[in-house]
């Protein structure tokens, strides 16, 4: 379905709160239980990055297992993971309870919530992550239920992966186009609306197309309000092609800066295999940089791991659903970063 528009960002690789759904999110904001915290998982230094490390998250919780169980061979390299700051994404039944949770978590921390809003109708062409709210005053709503709960709270908002890029790729539908734009440059106001929280609108990666393809449907998408954009989500290209991508982008949405997923582009994209699903559960793949504000180039706002490492792109080469925890993978990716 891709053809002219080459590698494209894998649908279903950024399924996480979406498919789990706000109950395992609310139960990581939670210190009850045999969660992550026995682990000792804590924030890492302001100076390093401001983002907020989820204490009892799924990687948390697998250091706590693998400990417990003696295997701290396994726990030590999951910890890599477990001791970052991955985004959380916002499930659908219950935004404002699952925003505030998060983002009072972070804040009682002293750092930023890092959060993704993945919810749009017609959401991933009907593919692994296939879904999104039923219909636009739905998703008006979820946003608004959002937006009440971050509150004046910091947070960081990635704003919905793959929504621009399928309009201009042909996957979604042209009857769907016109109130996807109305619905994206809503919710970008509406967030941008709150006292410390900043919005990054989805923009593709390196390896799908060119930026002349997409800089005016982001603008129809409302970028200009934006704080900027993402590039990168849930995709493996390196950082630094991911950050040429993002500056030819920039000169062309009227110099907007950017954040860039690295959370699994340590040994860049695979080229082995089925071209179509490249993106998929890749062998050999490894962590990229760590989360921080401290970047290769002015533009770039931050490095970022909006994909949480270690959970499923799909159900391909022996992958959970996606979103699932994919304990075996997360090892591989965290011993290839060593």
């Known amino acids: 379905m891709y053809g002219m528009w080459g590698a494209g960002r894998g649908r279903g690789a950024r399924a996480s709160a979406a498919v789990l759904g706000a109950?395992?999110?609310?139960?990581?904001?939670?210190?009850?239980?045999?969660?992550?915290?026995?682990?000792?998982?804590?924030?890492?230094?302001?100076?390093?990055?401001?983002?907020?490390?989820?204490?009892?998250?799924t990687a948390a919780r697998?250091?706590?297992?693998?400990?417990?169980?003696g295997k701290k061979d396994e726990a030590a390299q999951i910890r890599k993971i477990a001791e970052q700051p991955v985004a959380e994404w916002i499930g659908p039944e219950n935004p404002e309870r699952e925003a505030r949770g998060l983002t009072e978590a972070a804040?009682?921390?002293?750092?930023?919530?890092?959060?993704?809003?993945?919810?749009?109708?017609?959401?991933?062409?009907?593919?692994?992550?296939?879904?999104?709210?039923?219909?636009?005053?739905?998703y008006r709503g979820w946003i608004d239920g959002v937006a009440k709960g971050i509150g004046d709270r910091p947070a960081l908002v990635v704003l919905e992966p793959d929504a621009v890029l399928h309009l201009v790729d042909g996957c979604t539908p042209d009857e769907f186009h016109?109130?996807?734009?109305?619905?994206?440059?809503?919710?970008?106001?509406?967030?941008?609306?709150?006292?410390?929280?900043?919005?990054?609108?989805?923009?593709?990666?390196?390896?799908?197309?060119?930026?002349?393809?997409?800089?005016?449907?982001?603008?129809?998408?409302?970028?200009?309000?934006?704080?900027?954009?993402?590039?990168?989500?849930?995709?493996?290209y390196s950082t630094e092609d991911s950050i040429a991508y993002g500056k030819r982008l920039s000169a062309?949405?009227?110099?907007?800066?950017?954040?860039?997923?690295?959370?699994?582009?340590?040994?860049?994209p695979y080229t082995g295999?089925?071209?179509?699903?490249?993106?998929?559960?890749?062998?050999?793949?490894?962590?990229?940089?760590?989360?921080?504000t401290k970047t290769a180039d002015p533009l770039v706002d931050a490095?970022?791991?909006?994909?949480?490492?270690?959970?499923?792109?799909?159900?391909?080469?022996?992958?959970?659903?996606?979103?699932?925890?994919?304990?075996?993978y997360a090892l591989k990716l965290a011993k290839a970063s060593d």
């Open 23 to 57: 109950a395992l999110l609310l139960a990581g904001c939670s210190s009850e239980g045999d969660g992550g915290e026995r682990a000792g998982i804590a924030q890492r230094p302001e100076g390093t990055t401001p983002f907020w490390v989820n204490p009892d998250g």
């Open 62 to 69: 697998q250091v706590a297992a693998l400990e417990k169980a």
């Open 107 to 138: 804040d009682r921390a002293g750092r930023t919530a890092l959060l993704v809003l993945y919810n749009i109708p017609h959401r991933d062409c009907g593919q692994y992550s296939q879904g999104g709210a039923a219909d636009g005053d739905a």
């Open 178 to 236: 016109e109130e996807r734009y109305d619905l994206l440059k809503g919710a970008v106001a509406r967030l941008t609306s709150l006292k410390n929280t900043k919005v990054y609108l989805d923009a593709g990666n390196a390896g799908w197309g060119d930026p002349d393809q997409i800089f005016e449907p982001l603008k129809w998408a409302g970028v200009d309000q934006a704080d900027g954009f993402a590039v990168n989500v849930s995709n493996f």
């Open 252 to 268: 062309k949405v009227g110099g907007k800066h950017f954040v860039v997923d690295t959370s699994r582009n340590g040994n860049g």
């Open 273 to 292: 295999g089925d071209p179509g699903e490249r993106w998929c559960n890749p062998p050999g793949r490894a962590l990229g940089e760590t989360p921080t």
């Open 303 to 328: 490095y970022l791991w909006v994909k949480r490492p270690g959970e499923s792109d799909g159900e391909c080469k022996g992958g959970p659903k996606a979103g699932q925890w994919w304990s075996v």
